[in-house]
């Protein structure tokens, strides 16, 4: 029986000398314990060495992917005629037997012995120092992690840094030329800028019409679409309020405008070129977030491998450091997303669920550039589900967003009837519907004599003032002293009783209801006229003293003065 072991230097077939000894798995380890006893066991038959880095690489990458190399059919071919040979793995073995017609071998013992001679690989093939296996292992699996990380010239991120730098320097440097046009052209037809708002469009204008008095005989159907905009134009351009330009300044003028539209042409180009490279190198993460989105954030993390080591955390503020920064400093809340946001889905998402949409696609866009990175495939079917798990959920939110503005978290909400008081299938009522009954008010027996007493009042207040005035003015002037002093009398129980604890308040307020309703009463006719006489004796005197002492205080200023005109 043969053994197929590989090393970086190349395969080595080894001949068992003693097949018994692997019956006994547990015990096999001991026999390579020294070099002396190994030999006993096997021996180096045949080595077939790799040429170079490149051989070496081709042979592993095909082992690794249970495939045998075309120097090793040759090598097997040439030294395992008749033999069995032990592999290392059973996938090989099936190969080998398909292609070679040779018995292959693949078991616990097999896989022992392969340990055993990893033990004393040095020893046993001459040649071979542990000085010179080391950098053959250590360069042949840096070779083999650049090869399965695919770093091909169709997988280079760096075309796609440059291609998006130089597209958003040619928007700069687009926006700037357009306004500079715009400015310039401005002083001789002010009326084209808001007529043609595009920046294109209004190059375009300019360089076929030049002299605004040619906008009559043009015809601009090729670049305006809209026959509006363009009889617009051409009114405007009769009735013009700019200042006339030499031809020499039109010419400077319609060479911007070849800048504009070359430079917007070229613009176009790279955009097409950008999308087909973002679509080859990472698809999953351009079915995502898009072409402009995906190059910028491989832009900002250095490489499609350095932004794949990073979380979705980071991602998700990729842009924003400054903000985040700034947060941290002031301790206030943190950004939601960075240069994430200009990205479709989230565009879609409300103001309120935007945040969480954005956390969402950050995890979905790290697990996306891992596999575009790492991964075999060239497929964009990871994105392309995780986008549609995205838009189900912003769906979800938004639904349950208006299903609790309606008034129930499920939906619209439900109106129950109330059908209590009607028969099952039938609409009509099984109890009657209910009448006013007057019989059932009551009437308070306490008004009925208060309505009499009232009655009463008026019926003498009436009398009083039907009576004559029989009565002599002198009994009146004498009543209405009486009066008069009753009126004093109550004035002062009321100072008394303001000065009393405001425990007794209530009895003074209804004592002062019933002083003023006795004071509202009529009072008798005569007495009332005889008061109006003594009111207008009296204000007659109080003119007269009040003459009186207006004319004494004139004297005593004038005395005043004259006195201190005398001192002086």
Same mark, same amino acid.
């Given at each position: 029986?043969?053994?197929?072991?590989?090393?970086?230097?190349?395969?080595?077939?080894?001949? #068992?000398?003693? *097949?018994?000894?692997?019956?006994k798995?547990?015990?096999? =380890?001991?026999?390579?314990?020294?070099?002396?006893?190994?030999?006993?066991?096997?021996?180096?038959?045949?080595?077939?060495?790799?040429?170079?880095?490149?051989?070496?690489?081709?042979?592993?990458?095909?082992?690794?992917?249970?495939?045998?190399?075309?120097?090793?059919?040759?090598?097997?071919?040439? @030294?395992?005629? &008749?033999?069995?040979?032990?592999?290392?793995?059973?996938?090989?073995?099936?190969?080998?037997?398909? %292609?070679?017609?040779?018995?292959?071998?693949?078991?616990?013992?097999?896989? *022992?012995?392969?340990?055993?001679?990893?033990?004393?690989?040095?020893? /046993?093939?001459?040649?071979?120092?542990?000085?010179?296996?080391?950098?053959?292992?250590?360069?042949?699996? @840096?070779?083999?992690?650049?090869?399965?990380?695919?770093?091909?010239?169709?997988?280079?991120?760096?075309?796609?840094?440059?291609?998006?730098? /130089?597209?958003?320097?040619l928007?700069?440097?687009?926006?700037?030329y357009?306004?500079?046009?715009?400015? =310039?052209?401005? =002083? @001789?037809?002010p009326?084209l800028?808001?007529?043609?708002?595009?920046?294109?469009?209004?190059?375009?204008?300019?360089?076929?019409?030049?002299?605004?008095?040619?906008?009559?005989? !043009?015809?601009?159907?090729?670049?305006?679409?809209?026959?509006?905009?363009?009889?617009?134009?051409? *009114?405007?351009a009769?009735?013009?309020?700019?200042?006339?330009?030499?031809? !020499?300044?039109?010419?400077? $003028?319609?060479?911007?405008?070849?800048? +504009? !539209?070359?430079?917007?042409?070229?613009?176009?180009?790279?955009?097409?070129?950008?999308k087909?490279?973002?679509?080859?190198?990472?698809?999953?993460?351009?079915?995502? #977030?898009?072409?402009? +989105?995906?190059?910028?954030?491989?832009?900002?993390?250095?490489?499609?491998?350095?932004?794949?080591?990073?979380?979705?955390?980071?991602?998700?503020?990729?842009?924003?450091?400054?903000?985040?920064?700034?947060? /941290?400093?002031?301790?206030?809340?943190?950004?939601?997303?960075? !240069?994430?946001?200009?990205?479709?889905? $989230?565009?879609?998402a409300?103001?309120? @669920?935007?945040g969480? $949409?954005?956390?969402?696609?950050?995890?979905?866009?790290?697990?996306?550039?891992?596999?575009?990175?790492?991964?075999?495939?060239?497929?964009?079917?990871?994105?392309?589900?995780?986008?549609?798990?995205?838009?189900?959920?912003?769906?979800?939110?938004?639904?349950?967003?208006?299903?609790?503005?309606?008034?129930?978290?499920?939906?619209?909400?439900? $109106?129950?009837?109330?059908? %209590?008081?009607?028969?099952?299938?039938a609409?009509?009522?099984?109890?009657?519907?209910?009448?006013?009954?007057?019989?059932?008010?009551? +009437?308070?027996?306490?008004?009925?004599?208060?309505?009499?007493?009232?009655?009463?009042?008026?019926?003498?207040?009436?009398? #009083?003032k039907?009576?004559?005035?029989?009565?002599?003015?002198?009994?009146?002037?004498?009543?209405?002293?009486?009066?008069?002093?009753g009126?004093?009398?109550?004035?002062?129980?009321?100072?008394?009783?303001?000065?009393?604890?405001?425990?007794?308040?209530?009895?003074?307020?209804?004592?002062?209801? %019933?002083?003023?309703?006795? *004071?509202?009463?009529?009072?008798?006719?005569?007495?009332?006229? &005889?008061?109006?006489?003594?009111?207008?004796?009296?204000?007659?005197?109080? %003119?007269? #003293?009040?003459?009186?002492?207006?004319?004494?205080?004139?004297?005593?200023?004038?005395?005043?003065?004259?006195?201190?005109?005398?001192?002086?």
């Amino acid at each position: 029986m043969l053994v197929l072991f590989e090393t970086p230097a190349g395969f080595a077939l080894f001949k #068992v000398l003693d *097949e018994g000894k692997l019956d006994k798995v547990e015990d096999l =380890w001991k026999e390579f314990t020294t070099s002396d006893s190994a030999r006993k066991v096997v021996e180096l038959k045949a080595f077939n060495k790799f040429e170079n880095t490149s051989d070496a690489l081709s042979a592993a990458t095909l082992i690794i992917d249970s495939k045998p190399s075309k120097g090793l059919r040759k090598f097997l071919q040439k @030294h395992c005629e &008749g033999e069995t040979l032990a592999v290392a793995d059973s996938k090989l073995g099936n190969a080998i037997k398909e %292609k070679l017609k040779i018995d292959c071998l693949h078991n616990s013992a097999v896989m *022992e012995l392969m340990r055993g001679l990893r033990n004393q690989l040095t020893e /046993l093939i001459t040649g071979l120092g542990a000085q010179d296996l080391g950098p053959m292992s250590l360069g042949l699996s @840096h070779s083999l992690s650049r090869y399965k990380l695919k770093f091909s010239p169709e997988k280079v991120d760096t075309m796609i840094i440059q291609a998006i730098g /130089l597209l958003d320097d040619l928007d700069k440097e687009l926006n700037t030329y357009a306004m500079r046009v715009r400015e =310039w052209y401005g =002083w @001789h037809f002010p009326e084209l800028t808001k007529i043609v708002t595009d920046n294109i469009q209004y190059a375009k204008v300019v360089k076929m019409m030049g002299n605004r008095a040619n906008a009559v005989n !043009l015809d601009f159907s090729e670049i305006l679409s809209d026959e509006e905009i363009e009889t617009q134009l051409k *009114e405007a351009a009769v009735i013009s309020m700019g200042t006339e330009v030499s031809d !020499l300044d039109l010419s400077n $003028i319609r060479e911007l405008c070849d800048q +504009v !539209l070359a430079l917007s042409e070229y613009r176009t180009q790279l955009y097409d070129y950008l999308k087909s490279r973002m679509n080859t190198i990472a698809p999953n993460l351009t079915a995502l #977030v898009g072409e402009l +989105v995906g190059a910028r954030l491989i832009a900002h993390g250095g490489s499609l491998l350095n932004l794949a080591k990073q979380p979705g955390s980071t991602i998700q503020i990729l842009g924003a450091e400054k903000a985040l920064f700034r947060a /941290l400093k002031t301790k206030h809340s943190t950004p939601k997303y960075g !240069l994430i946001y200009h990205a479709s889905l $989230i565009g879609k998402a409300s103001q309120k @669920h935007k945040g969480k $949409i954005s956390r969402s696609l950050a995890a979905k866009t790290a697990l996306a550039i891992r596999y575009d990175a790492l991964g075999d495939g060239e497929d964009n079917s990871i994105g392309t589900e995780s986008r549609l798990k995205l838009e189900t959920r912003l769906q979800v939110l938004e639904n349950r967003e208006l299903g609790k503005s309606a008034g129930s978290t499920k939906g619209k909400p439900k $109106i129950e009837v109330y059908e %209590k008081d009607r028969k099952k299938g039938a609409g009509a009522l099984t109890t009657p519907a209910k009448t006013y009954n007057p019989a059932a008010d009551l +009437v308070l027996a306490e008004e009925t004599p208060k309505k009499s007493e009232l009655a009463s009042k008026k019926r003498k207040h009436h009398e #009083v003032k039907t009576e004559p005035s029989a009565e002599p003015a002198d009994e009146a002037i004498q009543e209405a002293g009486d009066q008069e002093d009753g009126k004093k009398k109550k004035k002062k129980k009321s100072k008394e009783s303001e000065e009393a604890p405001a425990v007794e308040g209530d009895g003074e307020k209804k004592k002062k209801k %019933k002083s003023k309703e006795a *004071e509202d009463e009529p009072a008798v006719a005569a007495a009332s006229e &005889g008061e109006k006489k003594k009111k207008k004796k009296s204000d007659a005197d109080g %003119k007269d #003293v009040v003459m009186q002492t207006e004319e004494s205080g004139k004297k005593d200023k004038k005395k005043k003065k004259k006195k201190h005109a005398d001192d002086e």
